[in-house]
């Protein structure tokens, strides 16, 4: 028996975890409103073409940090609260704002702007956790909102204080909302199939009335002040710049409703469109699910003859959305992690076998969700920091894997789950921001010598990182416990040196064609811009490394600490030069990261500190009692 569980757990917990991943394929079925389908209908969002699942997921993140609504945020996970998934949220902002109005979905994290906004305090009688908020409970108090964000915005974004960002990002999610709930109909739309079909009524009358007043002639002020009144609606509808939902049948670009809306009178009448998403609108208002899936169905043939790639699109995306494969890989590598580390402190070869197995699978997930982004977006795997985030992970994965394959020993699969937990966990925050696969900026989507770059230096970063850990690995196991003998002491530095190597390589070469890249996008190979230093700096780091080796300037230790220090440099390679706000290349975020990439140095610099002290003090290197 006990030589049946050695051999056959590994496989069978990889299986146990397939399954459970296989299991969040299945899309959930639609028990009335076709939300699902619903979530499958093709946009335009940040310049590209997206499913409606994906703008509803992305506007989620960034106004309540979650990809769901949690409609009773007082009531503990054990009291079962309602939850609603993104796409049905959206559906109701976009055709059914008065019962989306009453839904608490603004986060609000900071208790001052509580206090400040007037909102309730946590109170579970209250129905009120004090951290979510309604549209309705803020809009009465929005003039407030208004006047402080109008000061902070005059404040350096380095010199906010955690209030004042809590009034940028409040203030974002709210016109975000607002954008929403303008992207199909007026938000003071009490009926608007029957609104829309008043107007359309109205437009010759309307028109005539308005080329009258022009001509100096007689008109019919009742027809021009209805008249006028729409107009003003659709231009307000408009102004806020929603979405782009309405299809450009074959012709033209996708339009947004109140710009179609306002060429309506030149056509004397709205498009098949138009009506569908009105009949949709009506449907839900009233609760009539057959009649929104009827309008929706003739929606969706309207986009088949013309916009079928469109279409495709959408569903491929929303599959991928669906299978969230970098969530699914990151906990997995969690437990492979845990069972890995055991395995250290039993010396167990089933339980580190067991996470070299479940590996594997994290990592096939990931390279699945990888490569599926990559062609979704049909670009290199790394362009924004995101991405990077990903292929990071991803590449130091592979890497851990590899070592582990060469050393069996659980180190490798240790650097693999850990740095592939936390860049995954970096990139969900960074996901935050918004539309993660948004449009290139026109400066970067040049020409091959950027994929070549951006693969090869993050590659460059990957070998870095992975050293460094390795180091970090170093210290833990040999000052703070005693499983740090020497045959494993000599196997991490080896394994460091030879990554050093491997990051020197591929640091240089993406430094260098980066430079030809530089020189046929912008007319020279260096400019000492801020990302260029970084990416040299970290070549000249581990080239330095590779001289203290080899020159025997330093030894085991001094190796580990230094690839310790090199995670720093990396950092601020990767993430530091964007929050300095100057420079060609700086595209990311400049503030939510400045606290935790600090944090991360200081302690990098505490577990150098350690590395310095007396061998005595280091726990796997006292002397062992005879």
């Known amino acids: 028996m006990k030589i049946f569980f050695q051999k056959w757990f590994p496989p069978i917990l990889m299986l146990l975890m397939a399954l459970w991943f296989f299991g969040n394929l299945q899309t959930p079925k639609d028990q009335g409103f076709a939300y699902a389908e619903f979530g499958r209908l093709p946009l335009t969002a940040n310049g590209r073409i997206v499913p409606l699942d994906s703008l509803a997921r992305n506007s989620l993140l960034q106004i309540r940090e979650k990809q769901t609504i949690n409609l009773e945020p007082w009531k503990s996970h054990l009291d079962h609260p309602k939850l609603l998934p993104a796409t049905e949220w959206l559906a109701n902002v976009m055709m059914n704002p008065v019962v989306a109005d009453e839904w608490p979905v603004f986060r ?51 010199s906010r204080t955690a209030y004042e960002n809590a009034i940028i990002k409040l203030h974002r999610s709210l016109m975000l909302y607002a954008q929403l709930r303008n992207s199909v109909q007026p938000a003071d739309a009490k009926d608007w199939p029957a609104e829309l079909a008043a107007f359309v009524k109205l437009i010759p009358d309307g028109v005539a009335a308005a080329q009258a007043q022009q001509a100096g002639k007689e008109f019919n002020r009742d027809n021009l002040a209805a008249f006028a009144a729409y107009i003003s609606r659709f231009q307000f ?29 030149r056509s004397a009448g709205v498009d098949g469109s138009i009506q569908a998403f009105a009949k949709m609108t009506g449907a839900l208002a009233a609760n009539q699910p057959d009649a929104f899936n009827a309008a929706l169905r003739d929606y969706r043939s309207l ?39 055991f395995s250290w402190f039993n010396l167990s070869e089933t339980l580190r076998r067991s996470s070299v197995w479940l590996v594997w699978l994290a990592f096939m997930i990931h390279t699945v969700g990888l490569v599926y982004r990559m062609v979704l977006e049909g670009r290199p795997p790394v362009t924004n920091l995101y991405s990077s985030a990903i292929f990071i992970g991803w590449g130091v994965a592979l890497l851990g894997l590899i070592l582990e394959h060469l050393y069996r020993n659980g180190i490798g699969v240790v650097a693999a789950t850990v740095v592939g937990f936390i860049t995954l966990i970096i990139a969900h925050h960074l996901a ?26 993050t590659i460059g970063y990957v070998g870095t990182f992975l050293s460094g850990f390795l180091g970090l690995i170093y210290i833990l196991r040999g000052f703070f416990t005693k499983t740090l003998d020497a045959a494993t002491g000599k196997a991490l530095v080896r394994m460091i040196y030879g990554i050093v190597c491997f990051a020197t390589l591929f640091s240089f070469i993406g430094t260098v064609t980066g430079g030809i890249w530089a020189d046929q996008s912008w007319g020279r190979f260096w400019g000492w811009d801020p990302k260029e230093n970084g990416a040299l700096i970290i070549v000249l780091w581990n080239a330095l490394i590779l001289h203290l080796r080899w020159g025997g300037i330093v030894r085991d230790r001094g190796i580990v600490n230094c690839a310790i220090f090199g995670n720093i440099v990396t950092a601020w390679s990767w993430f530091g030069v964007n929050m300095l706000g100057i420079g060609l290349h700086s595209y990311g975020f400049t503030q939510s990261a400045f606290f935790w990439l600090v944090l991360f140095a200081v302690s990098q610099l505490a577990f150098i500190a350690i590395g310095l002290l007396p061998v005595k003090w280091w726990k796997s290197f006292k002397p062992r009692p005879v």
Request: proline residues 7%; aromatic residues 6%; charged residues 25%.
């Open 432 to 457: 935050l921001e918004g539309d993660t696969m948004e449009m290139m900026r026109a400066v970067l989507d040049s020409n091959f010598w950027l994929a070549v770059h951006v693969i090869t230096v």
């Open 237 to 265: 509808m408009a102004s806020l710049e929603p979405p782009l939902i309405l299809p450009p049948h074959g012709r033209g670009n996708w339009r947004r409703m109140g710009d179609a809306l306002l060429e309506s009178p």
């Open 108 to 158: 609000l994290d900071n208790p001052d702007l509580v206090s400040l906004l007037k909102l309730p305090e946590k109170d579970a009688g209250k129905k009120s956790d004090g951290k979510h908020y309604s549209w309705n409970q803020i809009q009465p108090v929005i003039e407030t909102l208004e006047k402080e964000n109008s000061r902070v915005q005059k404040v350096e974004s380095t």
């Open 303 to 341: 986009l088949v003859p013309t916009e079928a790639k469109a279409l495709s699109k959408a569903r491929a995306e929303m599959f991928f959305n669906q299978m969230q494969p970098f969530y699914n890989a990151m906990v997995i590598y969690v437990l492979a992690g845990l069972l890995a580390v």
